[in-house]
């Protein structure tokens, strides 16, 4: 009889043991299943802010669409012509409309054209809403004809042509609107000269002889950055 009953106490106390054993890892369970939950929420989290910076980048994409539109609109008006790339944001001037040929001193019709071009550009950047914001820079550049391979003295005058002809094109706007605002605008914008390293041809093609005024926007990741507070 006696052995019965300790029998019965060693299976109760079996039974207790293992009940005790379980509890740990319903708790682990409990701790695991919250980490899930929360590694959820955070996900969600983040799919909703990406959404959001999409959507926000949609708009401005829209923008940068708009002022080109706006652009070619009142250029049209005031007769300019002028090519338009909206995938690189460049704005392309042939050379002799403002220079003459190896000449980097601006022609007097060069110095019409351009009072006639600024105005309209600068307008139309700083009356389309959050432009400005969109710009990283403006540039702009002077590009020759002729690539005769890379002899150093050739592209050597090269380089120094377009790039005194994109200065004086620069000089030129900052002497003649003196105001703060302009001077504010064209402090901003940067002038290169990229000779006849991007030439098509060994020959002299006029369209590769050109004054570039480039529009810089954001890129993709740095909207994404932006917009994510990164």
């Known amino acids: 009889s006696s052995i019965r009953i300790d029998d019965s106490q060693s299976k109760r106390g079996r039974l207790s043991h293992m009940g005790r054993r379980r509890k740990p890892q319903a708790s682990e369970n409990s701790f695991w299943i919250s980490i899930g939950d929360v590694m959820s929420v955070l996900l969600l989290l983040f799919i909703l802010m990406v959404s959001v910076a999409f959507l926000q980048i949609g708009a401005s ?5 708009k002022i080109f539109e706006e652009l070619r609109k009142e250029l049209k008006e005031k007769q300019i012509i002028v090519e ?10 042939q050379d002799e409309i403002l220079f003459r040929r190896d000449d980097e001193t601006l022609k007097h019709a060069g110095e019409i054209f351009l009072s006639n071009f600024f105005p309209v550009l600068r307008s139309v950047i700083q009356k389309v809403d959050a432009m400005e914001d969109e710009i990283v820079a403006i540039e702009i550049i002077g590009y020759t004809s002729e690539r005769k391979g890379y002899y150093t003295s050739f592209t050597s005058k090269m380089m120094s042509l377009s790039l005194n002809r994109a200065s004086n094109v620069w000089y030129y706007l900052w002497e003649t609107w003196p105001d703060e605002e302009t001077r504010a605008f064209l402090s901003k914008v940067k002038v290169s000269g990229y000779g006849n390293m991007k030439a098509t041809s060994i020959e002299d093609l006029p369209r590769d002889r050109k004054v570039v005024f480039q529009i810089h926007f954001k890129g993709v990741l740095e909207k994404m950055a932006n917009y994510l507070g990164m």
């Open 61 to 65: 994409n829209y923008t940068q669409k």
């Open 84 to 93: 338009i790339d909206e995938a690189s944001g460049s704005i392309q001037i």
